[in-house]
Each structure stands twice: as structure tokens, then as C-alpha cells.
């Protein structure tokens, strides 16, 4: 079946350390995109991606970096400049057209 | 600048009743999309319903409806007879660019959360 996986489910990591975050899509869309979700919040756009070796910042893409070497692809670094990481993380991706995203299930990230 | 408010942090509704939901937004794009989407407490997005800004009636979804109001920029959705599975976060979202740009933004409110009563 067609979809958006993202992996693990759940992450912990210790602060200061870079953690990336897998998002890869076997339904052929060209763009995708990372969001962040703090508890009883909206979804806030970090980076997205039009095409491989293409993509722009969102709203809040400081302390974090993307690279999309491949159309399934697209992984988000949490890197240690993010001053508060601890948050629920949404990739999605669309088709061309008038379509609606399509998300993954999500990786919840702790940093203690 | 893209802008999406949803200005009802929470609701309480009784079950079978209708509830609306508000949204209003800001673009200067003339062709753009309005999404809703649900978030249970799983935390996983479920796509509700979609409007163009080119269309002329009001998308429907089954048990979903979309008042759309173009001149005063709100995309409400409606929920017809209420179940205690529609207790859950609802967003709404926007895309501009649509029908040409394969990567827009798309931006999403603060979120409804909506509570069923039995």
C-alpha cells in the first residue's frame, strides 16, 4: 500500500546531540514537508521540498536541516542549536495538482 | 502573508447535535485550497474535506459540509449529527498555488479541540 513512513515512533535522545528523524514516501509525490507539533498546539512548517536537491525554509528552520537526495526521501536533523526539541514531528507529502497532504504517523522526540 | 485563525480553542457539543467550527484567512493568491483535517489523540492527520477557491459550491463529505465564504475569507466546517468519534483536534489549512505549484506552503490554524457529550 501506498504511504508515508516515518521512523522510529518514538525517540529519545540526550541534549546536545544531532538526532535525525526518517521520513520516506512511496506514493510518487514531488513535495514534502516537515512539521513540528508542541502539545495542544498547530502544526508549525520547518522545511520543505519541491524536488531532489531542492527545498526552503518554513517558519521555524533554525536549529534544524533537511536534505532530499531522493524523491522518497526527505529526513529532518535535530541538531543541538535547536534550543527546545522536545516536540511531536509530522512529515507529508503531496502530488501535483489540487491534492491534499498526506501524513505519516509521526515521531515523537524527548530530549532530556 | 498567508494567514489561517481558528478562534475556538474548545468546544463541547452533545451528541447528535451540529457543530461549526470556525476559520478565517488571509491570502493575496487568487487560487488556493482550504483542508480540514482531524487529529484524534493517536496524533495521526486525517484528511475531512478540501474546497477551491474556485468552486462554486460548498464542498460536502458525507456527515462534513464546508461554508465556504469567499468575501469574508471563512472556510467553517460543519458536522452533522455529532458522534462521540468526532472528539478529537480539528484543523484547518491552507495551500496556495493550487492547480500550478506542485509545492506551495501549506500552513494549518491552532486547532478546535472538540469534545462529544453523550
Known amino acids: 500500500d501506498g504511504g508515508i513512513t516515518q521512523s522510529p515512533k518514538y525517540l529519545f535522545r540526550k541534549e546536545g546531540q544531532n538526532v535525525t528523524l526518517s521520513c520516506e514516501q512511496n506514493?510518487?509525490?514531488?513535495?514534502m514537508y516537515w512539521y513540528r507539533q508542541d502539545p495542544g498546539q498547530g502544526l508549525r512548517l520547518i522545511y520543505y521540498?519541491?524536488?531532489?536537491?531542492?527545498?526552503q525554509k518554513g517558519d521555524i528552520a533554525e536549529g534544524y536541516s533537511v536534505s532530499r537526495e531522493k524523491k522518497e526521501s526527505f529526513p529532518l536533523t535535530v541538531t543541538s542549536a535547536q534550543k527546545n526539541p522536545t516536540a511531536f514531528y509530522l512529515c507529508?507529502?503531496?502530488?501535483?495538482?489540487?491534492?491534499?497532504?498526506?501524513f505519516g504517523q509521526g515521531t515523537r522526540l524527548t530530549v532530556v | 502573508a498567508q494567514k489561517i485563525t481558528q478562534t475556538q480553542p474548545g468546544m463541547f457539543v452533545q451528541e447528535k447535535e451540529a457543530v461549526t467550527l470556525d476559520c478565517t484567512y488571509d491570502?493575496?493568491?487568487?487560487?488556493?485550497?482550504l483542508f480540514w483535517y482531524k487529529q484524534p489523540s493517536s496524533g495521526e492527520m486525517i484528511f475531512l474535506i478540501y474546497?477551491?477557491?474556485?468552486?462554486?459550491q460548498n464542498a460536502t463529505e458525507g456527515r462534513y459540509s464546508l461554508n465556504f465564504q469567499k468575501a469574508r475569507k471563512s472556510a467553517n466546517l460543519v458536522i452533522s449529527a455529532s458522534q462521540l468519534g468526532d472528539s478529537a483536534m480539528y484543523f484547518c489549512?491552507?495551500?496556495?498555488?493550487?492547480?500550478?505549484?506542485?509545492?506551495?506552503?501549506?500552513?494549518f490554524g491552532s486547532g478546535t479541540r472538540l469534545s462529544i457529550r453523550p
Open positions: 507529508a507529502s503531496t502530488g501535483t495538482g489540487w491534492t491534499e497532504a498526506f
Open positions: 506514493l510518487n509525490h514531488d513535495a
Open positions: 521540498s519541491q524536488i531532489v536537491n531542492d527545498f
Open positions: 491570502t493575496s493568491d487568487p487560487s488556493y485550497g
Open positions: 474546497q477551491g477557491s474556485y468552486d462554486q
Open positions: 489549512a491552507m495551500r496556495e498555488g493550487m492547480g500550478y505549484s506542485s509545492a506551495s506552503k501549506i500552513i
